[in-house]
C-alpha cells in the first residue's frame, strides 16, 4: 500500500491590542529570514492543537496563554513545495509582557495597526490576518509565493 499523504500542522497566534497586531520579524532559519510572520510554530505528535498554541506563545514571545481563552479565528490550507494547514488563535489574554524571547530566530517583534501592515510580510500570512478580521473560517493559499 502507498504511503499515506501527510498534512503538516502549524499554529499562528493573532496577538491583539486594540487595532494592532504583534508580528515577527524572521532571522537566521532558512524561510523568508527579513520577513514579517506571525508568532507560530509545527503541532509536535499527540499535542492538542490549542496546547500547541500555549508553548509557542510561551517559546517565542515569552508570555503564558491558557488554553481557554484561545479562540480559533481561521484555518488555511496552503501549498507550495509541500502542504501545511494552518490554525490561527487570537488569545483573549496573555499573562507576562511579550518580549523576543528567540533572538536567534526573531529579530524582533514589533506591533503594526492591522490598516498599515509592512510590505514584507509573508503574503499568506496577510491574508490570514485579513480573513481572521473579516470572520472568514476556511481560506486556501495555493501555489502562490508566500
Do not use: Q
Not at 494592532?20 to 503541532?43: C, F, M, P
Not at 480559533?72 to 490550507?77: A, E, F, G, I, S
Not at 498599515?116 to 496577510?126: C, D, E, K, S
Not at 490576518?129 to 486556501?140: E, H, N, P, Q, T
Amino acid at each position: 500500500m502507498p504511503d499515506r499523504f501527510k498534512l503538516i500542522a502549524e499554529v499562528y497566534l493573532l496577538f491583539r491590542r486594540g487595532d494592532e497586531i504583534l508580528l515577527s520579524k524572521r532571522a537566521n532559519t532558512g524561510y523568508r529570514d527579513g520577513d514579517y510572520g506571525l508568532v507560530s510554530g509545527h503541532v509536535d505528535g499527540g499535542e492538542p492543537l490549542a496546547l500547541a498554541a500555549c508553548r509557542e506563545a510561551l517559546e517565542e514571545a515569552g508570555v503564558r496563554i491558557s488554553a481557554g481563552d484561545l479562540t480559533l479565528k481561521t484555518v488555511m490550507h496552503r501549498r507550495r513545495e509541500d502542504e501545511r494547514i494552518g490554525f490561527f488563535f487570537e488569545p483573549a489574554g496573555w499573562s507576562g509582557d511579550i518580549v523576543n524571547a528567540e533572538p536567534h530566530k526573531c529579530e524582533r517583534l514589533a506591533w503594526f495597526s492591522l490598516d498599515a501592515l509592512p510590505a514584507n510580510t509573508i503574503g499568506y500570512v496577510r491574508e490570514a490576518i485579513r480573513c481572521a478580521g473579516a470572520g472568514v473560517a476556511y481560506a486556501d493559499w495555493w501555489d502562490r509565493d508566500d
